[in-house]
């Protein structure tokens, strides 16, 4: 059986609470009483009833500054509010509307008129509650929807060898321990990195919808990308234990691109290359300046249908691409986003169990300022 809703009455008029808790009582409700505004204050913030209703003219703190304070501290601001004054004035209605009351009761009042606005109150309430409920569900379905696998697969790597860890220390020999944290901190790295795409995505997101003025070029010198393209290519082969896979032929040069984002290019393309290739083939990574700065990744692995590279070309819809692209992750997504942003284009080469080559276009700053 569900509890009673229960409903605060907050009056400085002993036989005016006593009435009202009889006729609610009557009704099914619980009631709670407070004998002026400060404690009916303190009993709200510590009881947080489904209801208040309040007198206005009481000594000390008001109706007025009771509504006010309640609806400036967040555990009680949504409380349905009725406020009761016996002074029929069209100034004291606004302003108790104006705080935020949810109804308005003239005393002396039939209490057929009390029951039907709590009534009211707690329907428009139960609706409210229903409707944010409805919200919150089909939130956590979209957010378990579109999780992806790279932050699901760290994460789980994370728990299940910290539980080992935790369970089973003082059994396990040292090199064992020493290869679980090993196990936990590359876990977390992969978690950290596909937590950054997320937020990258997100930024993305909010300049295709015009939210966040795009990006704009960089001005004054520009430094080569050659150590850069280099670092970052050979972290990313490094994490995956293929440094003696990679191929560099980086060329200098430079594009409109922050450096950070150009690093996360190339380490995603890379981890992308290292992911779908087999250990002990090649990953090529070139860099040469032809109207702008393009950079090409290639490998010699699973490749991709005609399909898939279809779909991959359509145009760029992030939140759907997130959940239609499982298999290439977020990866290729925040690659395409931040060079379509920094008005650059990406090409795609590739065939089934012959490998993948993406080259990235981006203009420089002369380009980029025609």
Not at 184 to 198: D, G, K, Q, V, W
Request: proline content about 6%; overall charge negative; glycine content about 8%.
């Amino acid at each position: 059986m569900p509890a009673a809703e229960s409903i605060l009455v907050i009056d400085d008029e002993k036989f005016v609470r006593t009435a009202i808790r009889q006729i609610l009582e009557e009704k099914g409700y619980q009631v709670l009483e407070a004998e002026d505004g400060a404690t009916g204050i303190e009993l709200a913030k510590k009881e947080l009833p489904d209801l208040i209703i309040c007198d206005i003219v009481m000594e000390g703190v008001d109706g007025f500054a009771t509504l006010q304070e309640l609806r400036h501290n967040p555990p009680t601001a949504a409380i349905p509010l009725i406020i009761m004054t016996g002074y029929q004035n069209p100034n004291s209605m606004r302003l108790a509307m104006s705080l935020g009351a949810d109804d308005f009761l003239v005393k002396p009042f039939p209490l057929y008129e009390l029951l039907a606005s709590v009534e009211a109150r707690l329907k428009q309430r139960k609706v409210v509650h229903q409707a944010a409920r409805r919200e919150l569900d089909q939130l956590r379905r979209s957010i378990s929807v579109s999780l992806p696998p790279q932050l699901r697969a760290p994460l789980t790597g994370i728990l299940t060898t910290a539980r080992l860890l935790a369970n089973r220390a003082h059994d396990l020999p040292r090199e064992q321990i020493r290869d679980l944290a090993g196990l936990i901190e590359t876990s977390a790295e992969e978690l950290r990195r596909a937590s950054e795409n997320f937020i990258i995505c997100a930024q993305l997101e909010l300049v295709a919808g015009g939210e966040t003025a795009s990006a704009e070029p960089r001005s004054g010198h520009q430094p080569s990308t050659k150590r850069l393209v280099e670092d970052a290519a050979a972290g990313s082969c490094q994490r995956q234990n293929r440094q003696a896979d990679l191929r560099l032929e980086v060329a200098d040069g430079s594009a409109t691109i922050e450096d950070q984002y150009l690093a996360r290019i190339v380490e995603e393309l890379v981890d992308n290359a290292c992911e779908w290739s087999a250990p002990g083939t090649p990953v090529a990574v070139s860099t040469w300046m032809d109207s702008g700065l393009r950079l090409a990744v290639s490998d010699r692995g699973k490749g991709m249908t005609p399909e898939q590279i279809e779909r991959l070309q359509a145009p760029l819809r992030l939140g759907r691409r997130l959940q239609e692209q499982p298999r290439f992750g977020l990866g290729l997504t925040v690659v395409r986003g931040l060079v379509e942003l920094h008005g650059g284009h990406l090409e795609l080469e590739s065939e089934p169990e012959q490998g993948t080559t993406v080259t990235v276009v981006l203009p420089t700053r002369g380009a980029a300022a025609e």
